[in-house]
């Protein structure tokens, strides 16, 4: 599973075990549209996880990338006994807002959520499926590739490094190099 998979499941989880009256916490594959939102209403109270973006990387000195990923939580309620939608909204989308700019995701993310929003997205359609309809978004980071600096295919490992200064380089000035770095014995293997 790859990092992103790990991290969409891995919130999902993390929201379920939060809010534990959930009918449904799901992972779902993006943006949603009325038809589809008219159908979750007969599971609510629902949240469904998806992965709305990735932003531009930044290349890490480890050879992978750090990105940004733009996370959304879907909010589904629905009229209930003694708590009305709009009620059970507010209350699983205050939940969100308190614990998602704490929450670690395990080695899936990067670090913590940032930016984290709720958008009401309510209108007259939702509203006549008589479901309320929220959106928590967030940005979560996340590292992509392979890791240079670890594993068994890192090659030799130096046991000291040495600088020259152009153009006294080579084999003929070998003993104007500086020794510059040093790995103590009980490093080495």
Request: hydrophobic share 45%.
């Amino acid at each position: 599973m790859t990092t992103i998979l790990t991290l969409r499941a891995a919130v999902a989880d993390h929201i379920r075990g939060w809010l534990p009256d959930l009918r449904e916490c799901n992972p779902h594959p993006g943006r949603v549209n009325l038809d589809e939102v008219t159908r979750w209403g007969a599971t609510t109270p629902a949240v469904r996880v998806a992965v709305l973006g990735i932003d531009r990387g930044a290349a890490q000195d480890d050879g992978r990338t750090l990105y940004p990923i733009r996370m959304c939580a879907y909010i589904v309620t629905a009229d209930n006994r003694g708590l009305g939608r709009d009620d059970a909204a507010l209350a699983i989308v205050e939940t969100l807002a308190a614990r998602l700019p704490g929450a670690a995701w395990g080695a899936a993310a990067a670090d913590l959520p940032t930016d984290v929003r709720a958008e009401n997205l309510y209108a007259g359609d939702v509203g006549r499926t008589g479901i309320a309809l929220w959106a928590v978004t967030w940005t979560q980071r996340v590292l992509l590739g392979d890791d240079i600096l670890t594993g068994e295919d890192l090659g030799p490992v130096p046991r000291a490094v040495y600088v020259g200064w152009a153009p006294e380089i080579g084999i003929p000035h070998v003993d104007d190099y500086e020794r510059v770095d040093v790995v103590p014995p009980e490093v080495l293997p």
